[in-house]
């Protein structure tokens, strides 16, 4: 137990500068921010906090909305049939905020009464816009403290874009290689039935 730890505290230690030294380039490098420009010829203009904020959340509110829609109707939808329980109203707006929200609380069992579908296109896809939504508030909050006298505090979809590009999808590709080298199941089968060892027919969820 302590030599684990040990080991981890030392791989966080290594990663730790290098990673950040990686999330400044991708934000704060010259030559990658050529196309932010607030001018009449830049391709994403710079917003001030106001903007930022705004954009911020229309960007959450359509992801809540969404969610709403693929769990609320998730029975029409691929993998929709397999499901055993049904989530109520109060229960899917709950699952919808706290996703896009970035929270996570859950009321349900999402085993019964999530498809596959639902928790891929919903939940673990809320789980990355969410991460990057975060990322672009943290990155434009240092903005604002490095310079105050600026009113301009960058570009809210250019941070978010650069967060999910650069820095969730790498790290996803790294760690799902990890995960399918440990075994993990991923994959569109859902509920399947076995007998347990008392000898009583069950369903064990594998998506």
Known sequence: MILSTLIFFAIVTIIAPLLGKYIAWVFFDKNLNNLISHSKNGLIKQQTWKRYFISLMTFNVVCIFTTFLI?????????????????DLAATINASISFATGTFWQSHNPE????????????TMQNFLSA?????????FIRGVINNN???IGNFYDDFLRSFCFILIPAALIISLFLMAGGVPQDFIGNINYTNLEGVKEK???G
């Open 204 to 206: 064990i969820f594998v």
């Open 112 to 123: 019964e009464q999530l498809s596959v579908f639902s928790q891929i296109f919903a939940l």
């Open 132 to 140: 990057g939504t975060s990322i672009t508030v943290f990155i434009a």
């Open 71 to 87: 769990i609320f109707f998730q029975n029409y939808l691929p993998t929709g049939s397999e499901l055993i329980k049904e989530l």
């Open 150 to 152: 600026n009113p301009y």
